[in-house]
């Protein structure tokens, strides 16, 4: 039986172009900031995303941290989503190492909204903490990789500005966002202070994130990169597949998007499921078991024993994320599978 792995779009493997750039990359010391591939990747994220700069990083977990220690100080008020990855997936870094105080937020599919950060964000007092940060997900992991729209953007820069907020995205699939809203990436961060992006998702690069911003930001987030022990050698190796994922891999991403529709669409049709969202917008679909008909335990059984692969994401949900390495057909057996018993 054909194993249907629909965890994440990081089981992705590289393409056999990222093998051939990799074996035949131009490489240097990075440390030395003589590795050109590293540099060319850095000036082509920068470029793509409209921004000064950009900084080679290990992963989305260290690029977000790097950004929060960047624009934080100790004690500072961090805003986000109360599900956001860098609240609920990034080990308590934010707490940990950025010493920063969160104000999670509950939104909708893991989205903010200018009137949800009002209502979070406190008058200057000696009581409070300085708020400081707003950290926007596009697209929403935990939101069913719900996207944030360029108009909807411009709304939550504007409304941040006026709290005097500085602001990150982390746009681990910041590509996936743009694609679904058929705009060029630019469109999704105008206005905010840096993103993260990662190459290892849809992209299918094996290794690192792009963190963005101004060349005054970047050279600051360089050496906090450096104290996490982000000290790179010939890292062009990696920084090589990632150009080719920058250069080949976009695109395609609406493959995997069509391909969550049509997965939404079959699963939905199962009488114990509901899907969570009323539209999938890119590369994740997130169900709901109804209780009275499964138990979870019940429902990941049944997908084990079909050769299908998901990740369990709460008490009652679970994911399942289209990418690369899963075609129609897989999509098609999904389906049967899970009808046929
Ligand atoms: C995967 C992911 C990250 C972190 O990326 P890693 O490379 O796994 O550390 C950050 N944010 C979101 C929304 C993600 O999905």
Not at 6 to 35: C, F, H, Q, V
Not at 63 to 86: C, K, M, P, Y
Request: with cysteine; glycine share 8%.
């Amino acid at each position: 039986m054909r194993i249907i792995d629909l965890r994440s779009d990081t089981l992705t493997k590289p393409t056999s172009l990222m093998w051939n750039k990799m074996a035949s990359a131009e490489i240097g010391d990075d440390g030395y900031r003589e590795d050109p591939t590293v540099r060319h990747l850095e000036e082509l994220a920068a470029d793509k995303l409209g921004f000064e700069a950009g900084l080679f990083v290990a992963s989305g977990t260290m690029g977000n941290l790097v950004a929060l220690l960047t624009h934080t100080q100790r004690g500072d008020e961090v805003f986000l989503e109360a599900e956001s990855h860098i609240y609920y997936n990034e080990v308590g870094g934010v707490s940990v190492l950025a010493n920063a105080q969160t104000c999670p937020i509950p939104g909708t599919k893991g989205k903010l909204t200018p009137e949800l950060i009002k209502g979070y964000v406190r008058k200057p007092s000696i009581n409070n903490p300085n708020p400081s940060l707003l950290c926007l997900e596009n697209t929403s992991n935990r939101g069913g990789g719900s996207v944030t729209k360029p108009e909807e953007m411009r709304e939550l820069v504007k409304c941040a500005r006026g709290f005097g907020l500085k602001i990150h995205i982390d746009g681990a699939r910041i590509f996936n966002a743009a694609v679904a809203c058929k705009v060029d990436v630019k469109e999704l961060v105008q206005g905010v202070d840096s993103v993260q992006f990662c190459l290892t998702k849809g992209l299918a690069a094996p290794m690192g994130s792009l963190l963005v911003g101004s060349q005054e930001f970047i050279s600051r987030a360089a050496k906090w990169k450096k104290m996490l022990g982000g000290g790179f050698r010939q890292i062009g190796i990696m920084a090589a597949a990632g150009i080719v994922a920058l250069e080949t891999m976009i695109d395609r991403l609406e493959e995997d998007h069509v391909r969550a529709k049509k997965l939404a669409h079959g699963l939905s049709e199962l009488p114990y499921l509901s899907v969570c969202s009323d539209e999938i917008e890119t590369n994740i679909v997130i169900v709901e078991i109804i209780s009275e008909l499964i138990t979870m335990k019940e429902f990941l059984a049944k997908l084990a024993e079909n050769g299908i692969m998901a990740k369990d994401i709460g008490p009652t949900k679970v994911r399942f994320v289209t990418h690369k390495e899963i075609n129609d057909d897989d999509i098609n057996l999904v389906i049967e599978r899970l009808s046929s018993k």
